[in-house]
């Protein structure tokens, strides 16, 4: 079991940068894989990016290049830097995590990103 808590969204500029974090009740180094989700208002929840135990990363087309994930064992965080923000990007954004290949996912509640001028 893994509690998660995200924090860093808020209201940026097309064009502009901002850091997301996910912040874990225990320790991530053996999470199988963790991940950021997004989901805008009406629509569905959709993979942004994933990142396992091991380093390997996977992202949604629509972020590559633009969108970096990355996770700090140490401090039991992960991170979603994302730069060039769109405002098709504005959604509300969750941490995703996966202990185990086949077992349950656990997620946190959410931060929001607005992008906007």
């Known amino acids: 079991q893994v509690q998660l808590v995200e924090s860093g969204g808020g209201l940026v500029q097309p064009g502009g940068s901002l850091r997301l974090s996910c912040a874990a009740s225990?320790?991530?180094?053996?999470?199988?894989?963790m991940g950021w989700y997004r989901q805008a208002p009406g629509k569905q929840r959709d993979l942004v990016a994933t990142?396992?135990?091991?380093?390997?990363?996977n992202y949604a087309d629509s972020v590559k290049g633009r969108f970096t994930i990355s996770r700090d064992n140490a401090r039991n965080t992960m991170f979603l830097e994302m730069n060039s923000l769109k405002p098709e990007d504005t959604a509300l954004y969750y941490c995703?995590?996966?202990?185990?290949?086949?077992?349950?996912?656990?997620w946190g509640k959410g931060t929001l990103v607005t992008v906007s001028s």
């Open positions: 995703n995590a996966k202990p185990v290949p086949i077992g349950m996912d656990y």
């Open positions: 225990r320790s991530i180094s053996s999470i199988y894989r």
């Open positions: 990142i396992t135990s091991g380093g390997s990363t």
